[in-house]
């Protein structure tokens, strides 16, 4: 924080020198600007976010530090604990690896072409969103058990999709399609046609075109789609309980756990998985936002 | 290489662009293709480039058919108004871009293509900014490196769709005579389209002049601004003054009296006279075209007069010395020096 003062300091101070040349320049919280109102909406949002978000994050802390390293760790390191981590973290991962494919293709199709209907699938698009997150747990549970019209196709295969993590799987998915495609269509319908025409009269065919000069330029959207689409699946918890099965060590996510705990006035317990959550999902979150400022400063997007 | 249009003919959704365009293109001249918003000069140079099939005729690369080829297989340099960089690619693989998508048959080794993109760099007066991103640059550097781009796939068209339209003025002259030189250094075929009558006179070889989906006029600079063949032409090429005059007796009339301009070859009947502002001599006494001065502003180094003939029925510019005295509701007679006469249709 010091360093990043005093390099304040020193732009200020040289943008002074240039107007008065006299006038030594002071450090200041908030730089000079014509907008008015800065007090009142800078205290309301400190306000706000402490109330929405900063205040429950502490009591978090707290109540977990009170345990001390070691009984932290002891909870933490609990195995039924670090399965439904697991679980949880990897199906939200290859969830969100798969909306990024899936979800850039949707984007594509919706900004590229022209067809019948392409208007009731954009809106359609949202209702993962919208839609109480259990009711699509039940639709999916009911379509993927091995008695449903998609589970009973697989059955005979020995292939079980609801009730395993491949169920929680494709739960996620659903809930995090909507935060990929609504990210990706924006910047995607931005791309010039001549960017891919002068890429063309370069000789570049149209897997070169798509590869190499328009995927590219979509990555920092991609990034930020999978980012929310990733949270959003980390913290899912109403769809996947009904499809999951619950089986610790197999397919328990980490939301049910926290409830689990609760129902048995394990307070203690539900922070500390809270806590850990909380830990990895910003750490993920912090690297996907690192590498997002090193691409958007690189190729100077205004995302 | 020589580029031959051959009746040409596009249509979008039915509605025609370009009505049955022939035009040839020399080997290694620099050509403009000049016109209005709306006159089909940027449809023209697309077809030449494959961004666009015409709907009828051919268009040949040499002796070669290139009509039904692609974009990629005509080998032509686009460059586009607004740049259209790769904006995740640095200042150098832009440049390389061309080289580095061919074909592993065809294309260079690694040293080579980052030898010649530093060359091309060298030439477009840009080097050491090969580290850059595109947004990094000023338009007119951004200009540049397209143009340097388009250049590294050796192409045997070069293609300009008003590269300096984004330009400010200043960086536009600039470019203008810098782009020049580069024509002359390198002799590609260059086919450019503009609607600043300026920068076409200034730079082109030969000047196309377009409008509403047809060539009006085809030649140099000096014989499509001194013998215009239509009135379109002379009125859109420089500056240009017109008045409807009667052709009798082998001499002009306007309003029942001789102005004392001889036109023995003209035919009798009503006529449009065109003259440029600048091209007029004041006389005295003896026959000529009489006006009141209307309004008159100073332009530069001159004074631009407008001037009420017959009446206030028509009105025409003219250029006098900025010193004349020439005051609002004074009579000024004027003959124009060079004119010509345009017969008005039925």
């Given at each position: 924080m010091a360093a990043?003062?005093?390099?304040?300091?020193?732009?200020?101070g040289n943008r002074r020198m240039v107007l008065t040349t006299r006038k030594r320049a002071r450090w200041r919280f908030r730089q000079p600007s014509v907008i008015p109102g800065f007090g009142l909406t800078f205290g309301f949002m400190i306000a706000y976010f402490s109330l929405i978000i900063l205040i429950p994050l502490i009591a978090l802390g707290i109540r977990s530090a009170g345990l001390g390293f070691d009984g932290f760790w002891r909870y933490a390191t609990d195995p039924r604990v670090l399965g439904a981590l697991r679980v949880s973290f990897s199906t939200a991962l290859i969830a969100a690896l798969v909306n990024v494919v899936f979800?850039?293709?949707?984007?594509?199709?919706?900004?590229?072409?022209?067809?019948?209907?392409?208007?009731?699938?954009?809106?359609?698009?949202?209702?993962?969103f919208a839609l109480p997150t259990a009711v699509a747990g039940i639709a999916l549970t009911a379509i993927y058990a091995p008695n449903g019209p998609i589970g009973a196709f697989f059955a005979p295969f020995g292939i079980r999709l609801a009730y395993t993590p491949a169920g929680i799987v494709i739960?996620?998915?659903?809930?995090?399609?909507?935060?990929?495609v609504r990210t990706v269509q924006p910047v995607l319908e931005e791309v010039q046609h001549e960017i891919e025409e002068a890429a063309a009269t370069l000789g570049a065919n149209r897997w070169q075109t798509v590869t190499r000069v328009l995927l590219p330029g979509l990555t920092p959207a991609i990034l930020t789609g999978f980012a929310l689409a990733f949270a959003r699946a980390v913290g899912e918890y109403g769809s996947v309980v009904f499809i999951a099965g619950n089986i610790p060590l197999v397919s328990e996510i980490a939301p049910l756990l926290i409830v689990i705990r609760l129902e048995e006035f394990n307070y203690v317990g539900a922070t500390v998985i809270a806590a850990v959550m909380l830990m990895i999902s910003f750490a993920l979150l912090f690297i996907?936002?690192?590498?997002?400022?090193?691409?958007?400063r690189r190729f100077g997007y205004a995302l | 290489m020589e580029v031959r249009v051959a009746n040409v003919r596009k249509e979008f959704d039915r509605f025609?662009?370009?009505?049955?365009?022939?035009?040839?293109?020399?080997?290694?001249?620099?050509?403009?293709?000049?016109?209005?918003?709306?006159?089909?000069?940027?449809?023209?140079?697309?077809?030449?480039?494959?961004?666009?099939?015409?709907?009828?005729g051919a268009i040949y690369f040499g002796e070669e058919d290139a009509s039904y080829k692609s974009v990629q297989e005509r080998n032509v340099g686009f460059v586009f108004q607004h740049y259209a960089l790769f904006r995740h690619m640095t200042i150098l693989e832009n440049i390389s871009f061309g080289l580095k998508v061919r074909p592993s048959a065809t294309r260079p080794p690694k040293g080579e293509i980052r030898r010649r993109a530093l060359e091309l760099l060298d030439l477009v007066q840009l080097s050491g900014l090969e580290k850059r991103y595109p947004n990094q640059l000023s338009g007119g550097q951004r200009q540049r490196v397209a143009l340097a781009r388009a250049l590294a796939i050796e192409p045997r068209v070069l293609l300009l769709d008003e590269p300096f339209g984004a330009l400010d003025a200043q960086v536009r002259r600039e470019l203008r005579k810098w782009l020049r030189e580069i024509h002359d250094n390198t002799n590609h075929t260059t086919v450019f389209v503009t609607h600043d009558q300026e920068e076409a006179l200034e730079l082109a070889d030969r000047l196309v002049v377009m409008s509403q989906g047809m060539i009006e006029q085809v030649g140099s600079p000096d014989d499509v601004y001194d013998k215009p063949n239509s009135p379109f032409v002379f009125g859109f090429i420089g500056e240009s003054s017109y008045l409807p005059v009667e052709v009798e007796n082998k001499e002009?009339?306007?309003?029942?009296?001789?102005?004392?301009?001889?036109a023995p070859d003209e035919t009798t009947g009503a006529a449009l006279l065109y003259f440029r502002p600048h091209d007029v001599e004041l006389v005295e006494d003896g026959a000529a075209l009489a006006g009141v001065v209307a309004a008159s502003r100073r332009v530069g180094g001159t004074r631009r007069v407008e001037l009420e003939i017959g009446g206030g029925k028509e009105r025409v510019e003219i250029d006098l010395p900025f010193d004349h005295p020439a005051g609002e509701k004074s009579r000024i007679a004027f003959r124009p020096k060079r004119w010509r006469l345009f017969p008005v249709k039925g």
């Open positions: 990043f003062s005093t390099r304040f300091t020193f732009r200020r979800g850039t293709l949707l984007a594509w199709v919706l900004v590229r072409y022209r067809f019948p209907g392409r208007r009731i699938v954009d809106a359609i698009i949202d209702l993962p739960a996620l998915i659903f809930v995090g399609l909507p935060f990929m996907i936002n690192l590498i997002q400022a090193w691409s958007r | 025609p662009a370009l009505h049955d365009i022939s035009l040839d293109i020399r080997s290694g001249e620099l050509i403009a293709l000049l016109g209005p918003s709306g006159s089909g000069k940027t449809t023209l140079l697309r077809l030449i480039a494959g961004l666009e099939a015409p709907t009828e002009l009339w306007v309003g029942g009296r001789a102005i004392g301009l001889p």
